[in-house]
């Protein structure tokens, strides 16, 4: 059975640096095709696509948000980190991981979700 | 304001069909990329309905469908029941944006 769960901080000051990580199993991101992206979802609003790690350790940004994200992994530890700098109230939003299984072309599909977690920017 | 719209609010009576547009333009669904389609209970993580335009993963059922045409793309649920009512969300690829995007969301109420 796939999982992804995600961990972090609930609450974060502006200008700070936000960590999440991306703990999953039932794959393996070694695996040709896979891939694990964050989405993220501010209360009441659409959900937004954030960043993309492949099998091969190619990494792609949210073209918004690019100078702002870094996507890595640890296939050993079935993990993803997303760090986000410069972190401001309109930030807040649910951080979700996902799976995409197919992750060959742009028209890919998030086919597992983690359950999510909130993260808050105030001070 | 999203590349891909849909109406913020549909509803049908428990039995009946209802259909959730997605509008996009020549930049994303009319350039040919695929359409991803996602449910969300209140509360919960999106979960995925209807990927590449209109195949259902393992385990939704087959009142839920998806197509495309053009610059659109549509959701149809047919025999509602009660938990249907959720949000949903379309999703595609926009060349312009070099980015993947969703569409607003669609609130479905079950009357």
């Known amino acids: 059975r796939v999982t992804l769960r995600e961990s972090g901080p609930a609450l974060v000051k502006p200008t700070q640096t936000l960590t999440l990580t991306c703990t999953f199993s039932g794959f393996s991101l070694s695996t040709s095709g896979m891939c694990v992206s964050w989405i993220r979802q501010p209360p009441g609003k659409a959900p937004e696509w954030l960043a993309l790690?492949?099998?091969?350790?190619?990494?792609y940004y949210s073209t918004s948000l690019k100078t702002r994200l870094t996507i890595s992994k640890d296939t050993s530890k079935n993990l993803v980190v997303l760090t986000m700098t410069k972190m401001d109230p309109v930030d807040t939003a649910t951080y979700y991981c996902?799976?995409?299984?197919?992750?060959?072309?742009?028209?890919?599909?998030?086919?597992?979700w983690g359950p999510g977690t909130m993260v808050t920017v105030s001070s | 304001q999203s590349v891909l719209t849909q109406p913020p609010s549909v509803s049908g009576a428990p039995g009946q069909r209802v259909t959730i547009s997605c509008s996009g333009s020549?930049?994303?669904?009319?350039?040919?990329?695929?359409v991803h389609w996602y449910q969300q209970l209140p509360g919960t993580a999106p979960k995925l309905l209807i990927y590449?335009?209109?195949n259902r993963p393992s385990g939704v059922p087959d009142r839920f469908s998806g197509s495309k045409s053009g610059t659109s793309a549509s959701l149809a649920i047919t025999g509602l029941q009660a938990e249907d009512e959720a949000h949903y969300y379309c999703h595609s690829y926009d060349s312009s944006l070099s980015d993947s995007v969703f569409g607003g969301g669609t609130q479905l109420t079950v009357l």
């Open positions: 996902a799976r995409i299984s197919k992750c060959i072309s742009t028209s890919f599909a998030f086919d597992i």
């Open positions: 790690i492949d099998w091969d350790d190619d990494k």
């Open positions: 020549s930049s994303n669904i009319g350039a040919g990329y695929d």
């Open positions: 590449a335009n209109n």
